[in-house]
């Protein structure tokens, strides 16, 4: 007879051995839809299941040209429901390398009005004309406005990146002016790996506040770190004062749990709604570089101060309760 412990399902991370810039949505369904950077295609993953990602198969839902502005470096997808109808945002160039491929990288966008994601037609509706070439762009939904926040490479032009934000007029058009720069990498702890980077923004909500989680440094650092912005949701999101830095990382590297470089995360809730659940990469051995990026996931809490609190990134080694109602 199997005991109460035995009864308790149990998982362990990683979720997708090969996994970079982990994107997951649940949707009103119950379906929780996945995505990660594939380079040269867009994935899509569909499961009922957090844990049960890597046993679904994934569908090529989108091919790039064979050239054009968007045809290589396909990285971050994020896949959204915004109006009733489903958007994915992923970053691509022209091809280019280097400095020069970084002058190149947009955000671009797509947009499907089917009922599933995985079916109907997806349109490209082209580039968000930001003010810098960047990438890892996201969106907010506030109070029926749509907001939008990417790392643009206009704060340091001879590398690295910052945080920018615009309000939107559609899913694909920015309202007409200037971005306006809300973070910058200025502190030790977001230059290392010899960039001094702020990236893949996403956002959680809690008690009437916002809090951008954003990733700092390198990508192939093992200090590669999960910092935070927090501003009040009836703030003027376009004043840079509205928004305050968290003195240092939030999540961060753990040697005892051989957990390297967390970050470049996406925030969901358990199957039951009762959790809060961050899936994130990370790289199992130090100095392994951004190849061995994993998709990892935890459940996280939230400090009495309402801010998240994302505890230690989890060892490989560690056996992990599964998502409340899987």
């Not at 991370?13 to 810039?21: C, H, K, M, V, W």
């Not at 968007?70 to 280097?98: L, Q």
């Not at 999540?251 to 994130?280: C, L, M, R």
């Not at 935890?298 to 230690?312: E, I, L, M, N, Y």
């Amino acid at each position: 007879m199997e005991t109460e412990q035995e009864l308790v399902k149990m998982f362990q991370n990683p979720l997708l051995q090969n996994g970079a810039d982990p994107w997951i949505y649940k949707h009103t369904n119950g379906m929780y839809y996945f995505m990660v950077t594939r380079g040269n295609r867009l994935d899509l993953w569909t499961s009922p299941k957090i844990t049960g990602i890597a046993a679904a198969t994934p569908q090529t839902i989108w091919t790039p040209p064979a050239q054009g502005p968007n045809c290589k470096h396909i990285w971050a997808p994020e896949i959204h429901h915004i109006r009733g109808k489903w958007y994915i945002y992923y970053t691509a160039n022209d091809g280019k390398t280097g400095k020069e491929g970084g002058e190149t990288r947009r955000v671009f966008v797509l947009e499907n009005d089917s009922t599933d994601p995985t079916a109907g037609a997806w349109i490209d509706r082209g580039h968000l004309r930001t003010t810098y070439a960047g990438l890892d762009g996201t969106v907010l939904q506030l109070r029926d406005e749509l907001y939008f926040i990417y790392s643009g490479y206009g704060y340091f032009p001879e590398y690295g990146s910052a945080l920018y934000i615009r309000r939107m007029t559609d899913p694909w058009t920015l309202e007409e002016g200037e971005d306006v720069l809300i973070s910058a990498p200025t502190e030790a702890w977001e230059k290392q790996g010899g960039l001094a980077v702020n990236e893949g923004p996403v956002f959680l909500r809690n008690n009437g506040r916002l809090f951008l989680i954003f990733s700092a440094s390198a990508t192939w650092s093992d200090d590669y770190s999960l910092g935070m912005l927090s501003a009040s949701e009836g703030a003027d999101l376009l004043r840079p004062e509205s928004w305050r830095k968290s003195a240092g990382p939030i999540f961060a590297k753990s040697e005892v749990n051989q957990v390297f470089g967390p970050g470049h995360n996406s925030f969901t809730k358990s199957p039951d709604g009762t959790e809060e659940w961050i899936v994130y990469h990370a790289i199992d051995v130090s100095g392994g570089g951004s190849s061995r990026r994993s998709t990892r996931a935890q459940k996280f809490g939230w400090h009495a101060d309402g801010s998240p609190d994302f505890g230690v990134p989890a060892s490989t080694t560690d056996k992990l309760q599964v998502p409340s109602g899987e």
